[in-house]
């Protein structure tokens, strides 16, 4: 069945046998024979209750003109290209059914050769139809959460700035002692903030490369409050891709551990995080973050800031089931496990 080389209806009488009509006429598939120039010389009864055409109507050519004609040019190169290289192909495309109505089929076919000698081929056909209504419906969820997701994040994006904004407010009308407190809330619901931008930023929502996330998370977390004072490694074995939740709970940590490091040292201080990621076939992902500085002294003003770090891992943890041990110092690194199920190499 390709290109539109003529037509011709005595080609069937030597090409086909009457044992190999019994056979396709009775299996309960669409099914054709086309000759060595190309040109249809049989469908099987399946065929002809589909298209509600007669034997003589498909010979040839004649068959092509149910092919919708969006289809029709696409296919022909696609079958013509294959008949020329006597290779086997699959299609699909749009065939008019008796009732009018076009339906979609995966046309699969297949050289035929006897004693070496080329004789044309032997096809069947699925109708796909359900299957294709599925993708396209599958497609337009997807770009709908896009633009839901879009919305939310647009959404969030306000009300944290809102909320920034109240804080400090209430900050800088609270007694001397209590606004080091509120300047450390406020900054992390600014971190907060660049955690849902970076997820949303992500190339693949669904599957987020965690080594690539959390590098670019936790240099933009530094240029929040001390642009060019902090430095970002990440590094380890494999690639692992993670789930927005797991994502998200790990962002929330590593914006903590830069917190932490950025509120016990004078801001002319250099802070260091290290990430480690190993991501072994067949076994969990697994995280090691250490942070430091040259200065470890809590600068002046910053005594009365609660210690909330390792309370706020550790509810981050939780909620995405994540183990959790270790402080983030070179002598005891922050070590994080994460479920077992996500914890498979992906590259």
């Known amino acids: 069945m390709t290109g539109d080389t003529g037509s011709t209806g005595t080609a069937s009488a030597s090409v086909l046998g009457s044992a190999f009509r019994q056979f396709a006429d009775v299996v309960p598939l669409m099914m054709w024979r ?4 190309g040109l249809a010389v049989h469908h099987n009864e399946c065929w002809l209750a589909f298209t509600g055409r007669s034997p003589e109507d498909e010979r040839g050519h004649g068959w092509r003109r149910g092919l919708h004609p969006d289809d029709f040019e696409r296919h022909a190169a696609l079958v013509e290209a294959a008949f020329a290289a006597r290779e086997p192909f699959s299609a699909e495309f749009r065939l008019r059914r008796h009732d009018g109505a076009y339906r979609w089929l995966l046309d699969t076919a297949r050289p035929v050769d006897e004693n070496g000698e080329f004789q044309g081929y032997l096809g069947t056909c699925f109708d796909i139809t359900d299957r294709k209504l599925a993708e396209d419906q599958t497609e337009a969820a997807l770009v709908e959460k896009e633009a839901l997701l879009a919305e939310v994040y647009h ?15 209430y900050g800088r009308a609270a007694p001397s002692p209590c606004r080091g407190s509120f300047e450390a809330l406020g900054q992390r619901v600014r971190a907060i903030a660049l955690v849902q931008q970076h997820l949303h930023e992500a190339p693949h929502i669904a599957s987020i490369d965690l080594r690539d996330y959390l590098h670019r998370l936790a240099s933009g977390l530094g240029q929040l409050r001390r642009a060019g004072r902090i430095g970002v490694t990440v590094d380890g074995t494999g690639t692992s891709l993670v789930e927005p939740r797991i994502a998200n709970a790990l962002g929330m940590i590593v914006a903590e551990i830069v917190a932490e490091c ?16 190993d991501a072994e076939a067949g076994a969990p992902v697994r995280l ?6 040259a200065d470890a002294a809590v600068p002046s003003g910053k005594t009365n800031i609660p210690n909330l770090g390792p309370r706020l891992i550790a509810a981050y943890a939780a909620q995405a089931e994540i ?4 402080t983030a110092t070179p002598d005891d690194p922050l070590r994080l496990q994460l479920p077992e199920v996500l914890g498979r190499i992906a590259g």
Request: net charge neutral; proline share 0%.
């Open 34 to 37: 086309s000759d060595a120039q």
């Open 155 to 169: 959404r969030v994006r306000n009300n944290l700035q809102v909320m920034v904004s109240l804080i400090g407010l």
């Open 262 to 277: 950025l509120d016990t040292t004078a801001e002319s201080v250099a802070c260091s995080i290290a990430i480690r990621i």
């Open 288 to 293: 090691s973050i250490v942070s430091g500085s």
């Open 323 to 326: 183990a959790v041990t270790g």
